[in-house]
């Protein structure tokens, strides 16, 4: 019966060993799919919660198992005391108790678990020692069925022998059992390490994690940054190009606005077909060499909302503008093709007594007819109705030749048989009033008249040649009139003797007329011929000077200036009277 009860405490033992090891194992593969799935699941903070939720979860393993482990030694122990007891003295009756393992009480150390590998050999000692304690016990037991055989004599020898045996096994128990509880505590050990290590790898792995990381977003900020530099290039190009374009449009335009070549007055022929669009008309003045672009003409036109234009035959010169070539399409060209005979050119500087000269020269109108025209004060107050702005002036002028002197605009006219000479006037003074429409408010803001502007731009168109001795000539004109001084213009001697000549002498100076402003200050009854457009902006845009004199050499044309009279003087003995 004791020999079973050992046997059953041994087999006891080896499967509560077993136990140990599979709940070992099983917490370690249970911890490791448990680690797997928090790692992709969860942030830092929850990984410590899984580490601590593991810890306990081993903690209750091992207090199951090892507070079952210590009612079974109690119980073991208790039963060798009942044995032990037989045999010995109460006095020696010592209750055996391990306090090498430690109460379900105890703290746990924390532990991270065993390899497989390491299980395995543990596993493996302990079933060797556990072989090799039953082979230690197996003589003990033969020995004893051998006693039960003997005689009744020898059985309390044999009981001695069984109770030294006994104390002796007992002593075994307890120093084997002490081993195992030393090497119980170096096995948690282990697995605390190894939760360590695994504790230092997951720190590694973080570590790792977040260099990547870092790495990571330090590319996309450099990708950024490359990024940024490559729209902030391409927004400077596009800006730059932009405005390149914008200007380079701006100044196309405003070219296109302008006459293709002022000093070009040849007439060009052109045929405006039936039904024609403006778009249309612009290709054909553009193709004809009339106009710069006429994609701008067409603009123009629609801006300006001018229609009505009609077909028929025109003749266009380079130097009109395209306010002036609109006009001419919306009041007709021929029904047939134009030729030499049919063109009328009226030369810059010209006065009423020439243009009559040259209309009875280029048409079947004679020249007496033209003058009637232009002295009928009824068609002039009809003409004066339809341009008040540019011949109120004229009409309230005294002592005038012609009222209509100085608004028949120097240009190219068609003259066809089917019109009057009503109808040739008014389309040159028509001319004039387009000239002269963009600076009316300027006009009156210099406190002037149209008419005075007339009379200085007549005077100027044959003073001077070139642009800017026309501007510098209409300030002098203005600094005599400032002080009071005649103008002194051989070109109102000329006009007031009704001649045509060269030089104007000192006899002519006495001529008794309105027009002589050696004579009368200001600016006189009116224009003494018809200007054009250039002196009429040398009037209203003059250069600033002090100069009250000013003469030309004939044989140069250069005009040179002076503020004194002795000055002037000089320079007429030096650059006019040096060849008489």
Known sequence: MFLSEDQNQHSEEGSFKEQIMRALEEGRNNRDVDATKKTRT???????EAKNNDENDLASSYERLFGNKKKMDEKAVAKQSEITAKDTPTKERVPLVDKSVPSATESIPKSSGHSKREL????????????AKEQQREPSI??????GAVSADSKKMMNSNLSAENKEGKAKETSKTSQMNEEEPSIFHRISEKFEELHHMEDDYEGDLSEESNLKRAERRKEDRVVRKIVYILTIGILIVAGVLAISGYNYVSAGLKPLDRNDKKLVQVEVPSGSSNRQ????????????????FNFYTKFKNLTNFQAGYYQFSPNMTLDQISKELQQGGSAEPLDDASKLTIPEGYDVDQIASLVAKKTDFKKEDFIKVIKDDKFFDQLKAQYPDLLTDA?????????????????????HKSKSLEDLVTQMVDTTNQVLTPYYSQIKEKGMTVQEVMTLASLVEKEGV???????????????????????????????????KEFVYNKDLEVDSPYNLYKNTGY????FDNPSQEAILAVLDPTDNDYVYFVADISTGKVYYAKTYEEHM???????????
């Open 570 to 580: 000089e320079l007429v003995e030096k650059y006019v009277n040096k060849d008489k």
């Open 466 to 500: 070139t642009q800017s001795d026309r501007k510098n000539i209409a300030q002098v004109f203005f600094n005599r009139i400032a002080t009071g001084m005649p103008l002194q213009s051989d070109i109102s001697i000329l006009y007031a003797l009704g001649e045509h």
């Open 281 to 296: 008309i612009g290709d054909i003045l553009e193709d004809g060499d009339v106009i710069r672009d006429g994609m701008v």
């Open 142 to 147: 033969e020995a004893s069925r051998k006693a």
């Open 524 to 527: 006189g009854p009116g224009p």
């Open 395 to 415: 009409g309230n002028a005294k002592d005038v030749r012609y009222r209509l002197e100085g608004y028949l605009f120097p240009a190219t006219y068609n003259v």
């Open 120 to 131: 395995k050999q543990e596993e493996k000692i302990k079933k060797n020692t556990t072989a």
């Open 42 to 48: 969860t942030n830092r903070t929850s990984k410590k």
